[in-house]
């Protein structure tokens, strides 16, 4: 079992950049492909970006290819998204995610964090 608490949403102006980071529990956590899932009021969600157990392979939505980065720290049991040039439409609540392989369909993920808010703003 893998208990996720996301932080470092906020309020930003478009073309800024934040930070969000997922802390995980247990001692399992390098065993997990970890996700970034977005969503937006009245939308569905929509998957941003993945990356593997050893960090080796990443995958990203287009729309934010180039400008989010995700990257984790298997000793401390967390994943990053780094995001930078920020649109209005990267507005959403930023959830991570574990699952048993890199994938991108939410549906394949076993453990969810509760989100964190990302504004931005024009």
């Known amino acids: 079992q893998v208990r996720l608490v996301e932080s470092g949403g906020g309020l930003v102006q478009a073309g800024g950049s934040l930070r969000l980071s997922c802390a995980a529990s247990?001692?399992?956590?390098?065993?997990?492909?970890m996700g970034w899932f977005r969503q937006a009021p009245g939308k569905e969600r929509q998957f941003v970006a993945a990356i593997s157990q050893n960090g080796r392979d990443t995958n990203y939505a287009d729309s934010v290819k180039g400008r989010f980065t995700i990257s984790r720290d298997n000793a401390k049991n967390t994943v990053y998204l780094q995001m930078n040039s920020l649109k209005p439409e990267d507005t959403a609540v930023y959830s991570c995610?574990?699952?048993?392989?890199?994938?991108?369909?939410?549906?394949?993920?076993?453990?969810w964090g509760p989100g964190t808010q990302v504004t931005v703003s024009s």
């Open positions: 995610a574990a699952a048993s392989v890199l994938v991108t369909m939410p549906l394949l993920y076993n453990y």
């Open positions: 247990g001692r399992t956590f390098s065993s997990y492909a």
